[in-house]
C-alpha cells in the first residue's frame, strides 16, 4: 500500500508541542494537585544526625495539634512484606526499597524520614510536624569520597574492562597522567516530588506521583506489598522536569503510601526544596585518574582510566562512568577500573546524562592535555584515533556520522581561526578561549507496546504507559501517528503516564522515541492494514476487490489506482458497523540489531571569555553538532540540546553540592546558595543536526537524543577555560578562586 499524506504532519517538521497549551494555562496536573475527596497532608520529619539510632521520640504534643489524624513512625507503621526480604542483606531486599522508610530505628544518611505527620490541612501537618522531638544515638560517620578511597569496593555489577596490554600507556613516547574531580549535582527539577497515595481497599492501591516510568513503579509496588498487578494503579501524566530524579520509588511515596493506610485517608506528602537535595538521588561525586599515551603522531597506544563513585551504605549504585572511553577512540590497549566508595549518605541515582558525563569530562579533558602534549590540533588528535568500527566488541556501528559533526561543527564555529597558544587571544581586555571535545552515548531501543483506537467520528486514540518528563513525547508520538495514517494531529490524542496503559520503558537512557515511537509506528502500520482490508473485503465497499498492492493512502482517505472512489476511515468503520477500530501491537527489536553496536555521538565547540583580574568565566558560544540519526521534531530536538548547554554550564562553571562532613549535611540545600544557571548566562547557542536515519535501530531511523548533548560538553568548557588562561582546571566546578 502506498501512502500519499497531504496536509498532514510528518516526522521531522517541527510542530508545536501538543500538551503546551495545557502547561502555560496551568490545566496540566501535576503530582501535588490531585485533591481527592477527604484527602489529608502529610509532612515529613527528618534526621539530623548521619548515622547511628534513634532512642527516642515524642510525638504526643504533635498529635494534640487540632486536625492531626496521626504520626506515622518505625514503631506503628504498616508492614510492608517487601521490607522482611533480605533483612540482613541489602543486596536481596526488593529492588528500588533497598532503603525502608520507617522500618527501624537505624538512621543511614542525615536528612532521613524518621516520622510523617498527617494532617487536614497542610499548615497543620508543617506545625505539627515542628513539635515532634526525636533523640539520637550517633555513631561515627562517613561522608567524604576523598578520604574514603582505601574503603573502595569492587561493585557487584562489575563495570571493569580491559583489552590488550594492562597499563600499556606507561609503554608510549608522549604520556599525560592526571586526575580529575566532579562534585555532587543535585536534580533540582522546577516541579518538586510529591505523591498522593490512597487504599481503595485493603489490597487495592492508587498512586498519583512524579514518575519516569510508571509501569517500572508499578513493578516495584506489587513485589514491596505483595499485590497483584491489577491492583496497583500507578498515574503520572506531567512530569514537570526529572533528570532521573523520578527513576524509582523513593521515601516520599512509600511515606504517603504508609500514611494512607495508617489514617485511612488519602495521603499527600511533597517535598521541601532542601529534602529534595538527597531524598531523590543526585549525580555522585566522582574521583577519575587517567593516562593515556600516544607515539609522536598522536597515535594512541593505551589508556588507563580508573573511577571512583560514591553510594550509600545500604546500596551500591553503579553508573556507566567508563563507557566513553570503551568505546571512543581506536586504541588497542585499555584498562578500565571502577570502584565503589560506600559513605553514610543517602542513594544516588542517575541524572542528566548520567556516567558517561562524568566519565567524558575526564576522557575528553585528557584528550586535550594530550593534544598539548602532542602539539597536535585537539580535533586533529581525535580525528587520528577515529574509531571505524566499536573498539569495545569490534561490531561495526549501527550508524556514525561523528566526522560529520566535526566538520560542519569545527566550520561553523570558526574552529581554524584558534591560535593553538593558550592565552593567546584577547577581545579587548577579556581572555578568550576555544575548545572542543567529543561525545557519545547509548543508542538503543526496549520491547514497548501500543494500543490505537480509531473511532467513526475519524478520530485517534493512542495509549502508551510510557513517560514525558519534558522532551516532548506527548508530540512526538502524535508526529509519528500523524505522519504515518495521514490524520491530522488535532484529531490525534496520545496518552501516557497510567500503568493500565500497554507497557514501555521507563522514560530514562534516551531510548524513548526508537522504543514507544516503534510501538506506534507499528501499531498505526497495523491499523493501516486493518483499514484497508476493511476497504476491500466488504460487500458494498467501493473499493471491494480492489487489490491490496493497488490502495493509496490519501491524507485519512484511501482510494485505489485502478478505482475513482476513494473512502475516508470514518466511512470505513460506518460500512462494517464498526463504532471503533482497536489494536494493540508491541514492538521489538530484531535480532539483526545484536550485530551493531548502537551509539549517538556529538562534537563540541566553546568559546569562552575570562576576565583575568576577576577570573570571572563567561561562555560566549556554543556550537553542537549532534547525530542522533533521524530528527524526529526539529523544535523538540533543538530544545533538547539548549537544554544540555545549561546543564552543561551549571556543571562547569557553578554547580556543586556541598556537605560539611562534620554533620554529614549539605549546607547548600537551596537554590539560593547551590548555583545553577539563569537567563543571563547562556551563551549564543548553534545546534546542527546531522539528520540522518540509523537504518538498523528502529524503523523510523532515530536514535537517542536526550543525553548525547551533555557528554562531552562540560569538557570542552574546560578545555576552553585552559586555552584562554593556561591553568589546567581539572576539578569542576570552575570558579574564579581557582583561576585566581
Known amino acids: 500500500m502506498e501512502k500519499f499524506a497531504v496536509n498532514s504532519v510528518s516526522m521531522g517538521d517541527p510542530m508545536s508541542r501538543v500538551d503546551g497549551r495545557l502547561k502555560v494555562t496551568g490545566s496540566a496536573k501535576y503530582a501535588a494537585e490531585y485533591n481527592l475527596p477527604g484527602v ?214 512509600m511515606a504517603a503510601i504508609l500514611g494512607a493506610k495508617l489514617v485511612g485517608h488519602p495521603v499527600k506528602v511533597a517535598l521541601k526544596r532542601e529534602q529534595q537535595f538527597n531524598m531523590v538521588g543526585y549525580r555522585p561525586r566522582s574521583i577519575q585518574k587517567m593516562g593515556l599515551g600516544a607515539t609522536a603522531d598522536g597515535t594512541l597506544v593505551g589508556i588507563t582510566h580508573e573511577a571512583y563513585g560514591l553510594t550509600s551504605t545500604y546500596e551500591q549504585f553503579t553508573e556507566r562512568i567508563l563507557h566513553p572511553t ?35 569530562f575526564a576522557l575528553e579533558s585528557a584528550m586535550d592535555e594530550l593534544a598539548y602534549a602532542l602539539n597536535m590540533d585537539p580535533m586533529a588528535l581525535r580525528l587520528k584515533n577515529y574509531a571505524e568500527v566499536d573498539p569495545e566488541n569490534n561490531k561495526p556501528w549501527s550508524s556514525k556520522y561523528l566526522k560529520d559533526c566535526y566538520e560542519r561543527g569545527a566550520d561553523r564555529f570558526g574552529w581554524s581561526k584558534r591560535n593553538p597558544q593558550p592565552g593567546s587571544m584577547r577581545s579587548g581586555e577579556v581572555l578568550v578561549g576555544f575548545g572542543m571535545s567529543s561525545g557519545i552515548y547509548k543508542a538503543e531501543r526496549s520491547p514497548a507496546a501500543a494500543v490505537a483506537k480509531l473511532t467513526a467520528d475519524g478520530k485517534l486514540l493512542i495509549q502508551s504507559a510510557t513517560a ?88 485519512d482517505t484511501i482510494r485505489s489506482k485502478r478505482v475513482t472512489a476513494r473512502l475516508s476511515f470514518s466511512e470505513i468503520l460506518r460500512l462494517n458497523n464498526l463504532p471503533e477500530l482497536v489494536i494493540t501491537k508491541e514492538a521489538k527489536s530484531g535480532p539483526e540489531v545484536g550485530k551493531y553496536s548502537g551509539k549517538s555521538f556529538c562534537a563540541n565547540f566553546v568559546e569562552v571569555h575570562v576576565h583575568p583580574q576577576t577570573g570571572v568565566v563567561k561562555v560566549a558560544r556554543v556550537v553542537s553538532a549532534i547525530d542522533s540519526g533521524k530528527i524526529m521534531n526539529h523544535k523538540t530536538a533543538r530544545s533538547q540540546v539548549l537544554g544540555s548547554v545549561v546543564w552543561s554550564l ?82 569542576l566546578p570552575i570558579t574564579a578562586d581557582k583561576l585566581l
Not at 494534640?64 to 510492608?80: D, F, R
Not at 505539627?128 to 573502595?152: G, R
Not at 490525534?492 to 521507563?506: C, K, N, R, V
Request: hydrophobic share 35%; aromatic share 8%.
Open 40 to 253: 489529608t497532608f502529610g509532612v515529613l520529619v527528618t534526621s539530623t544526625i548521619a548515622k547511628g539510632r534513634i532512642v527516642g521520640m515524642n510525638t504526643k504534643t504533635a498529635e494534640k495539634v487540632a486536625g492531626v489524624l496521626g504520626v506515622l513512625t518505625h514503631k506503628n507503621a504498616p508492614k510492608v512484606p517487601g521490607y522482611e526480604a533480605g533483612t540482613d542483606n541489602a543486596s536481596s531486599r526488593v529492588y528500588g526499597q533497598e532503603f525502608r522508610v520507617f522500618y527501624d530505628d537505624r538512621i543511614y544518611f542525615n536528612n532521613q524520614p524518621v516520622a510523617l505527620v498527617i494532617a487536614d490541612t497542610l499548615e497543620r501537618a508543617t506545625y505539627a510536624a515542628s513539635l515532634v522531638t526525636v533523640a539520637y544515638q550517633p555513631e561515627p560517620h562517613q561522608t567524604d569520597t576523598k578520604v574514603n578511597l582505601d574503603k573502595a569496593i569492587k561493585p557487584e555489577r562489575s563495570e571493569d574492562y580491559s583489552r590488550g596490554i594492562s597499563n600499556a600507556y606507561k609503554t608510549a613516547p608522549v604520556t599525560v597522567e592526571q586526575t580529575y574531580h566532579t562534585p555532587v549535582h543535585v536534580h533540582n527539577p522546577i516541579e518538586p516530588h510529591a505523591a498522593t497515595a490512597v487504599w481503595e481497599s485493603e489490597d487495592k492501591l492508587i498512586v498519583y506521583n512524579k514518575s519516569q516510568g510508571v509501569k517500572l513503579a508499578q513493578k516495584d509496588l506489587m513485589k514491596a506489598f505483595n499485590l497483584k498487578e491489577e491492583n496497583i494503579q500507578v498515574y503520572s501524566p506531567f512530569v514537570g522536569g526529572a533528570f532521573g530524579s523520578s527513576s524509582r520509588i523513593w521515601p516520599q511515596e
Open 326 to 360: 570503551k568505546s571512543s577512540y581506536r586504541c588497542p590497549n585499555l584498562t578500565a577500573v571502577y570502584r565503589l566508595v560506600p559513605l553514610d549518605v543517602s542513594t544516588p541515582c542517575w541524572t542528566r546524562g548520567p556516567g558517561e558525563t562524568s566519565g567524558s
Open 468 to 555: 514525558d518528563t519534558g522532551p516532548g513525547t506527548y508530540t512526538v508520538m502524535t508526529q509519528i501517528a500523524a505522519d504515518l495514517t495521514g490524520i491530522a494531529p488535532e484529531r490525534i490524542t496520545f496518552e501516557l503516564g497510567d500503568s493500565s496503559f500497554p507497557q514501555a520503558p521507563p522514560q530514562f537512557g534516551s531510548h524513548t522515541v526508537s522504543s514507544v515511537g516503534s510501538a506506534v509506528h507499528d501499531v498505526c502500520m497495523a491499523l493501516r492494514q486493518r483499514l484497508g482490508e476493511l476497504a476491500i473485503y466488504k460487500e458494498g465497499s467501493p473499493l471491494y476487490g480492489a487489490k491490496e498492492s493497488d490502495l493509496i493512502f490519501d491524507g
Open 650 to 731: 551549571g556543571m562547569s562553571l557553578m554547580e556543586d553540592g556541598i556537605i560539611d562532613h562534620r554533620f554529614g549535611r549539605y549546607v547548600n540545600k537551596d537554590l539560593a546558595e547551590y548555583h545553577v544557571p539563569v537567563c543571563a548566562d547562556m551563551p549564543e547557542v548553534e545546534v546542527i543536526m546531522i539528520d540522518k536515519p540509523d537504518p538498523i535501530l528502529d524503523p523510523m531511523g532515530a536514535k537517542g537524543l536526550g543525553e548525547i548533548g551533555m557528554i562531552g560538553l562540560p569538557a570542552a568548557i574546560a578545555n576552553a577555560v585552559y586555552h584562554a588562561t593556561g591553568k589546567r582546571i581539572r576539578e
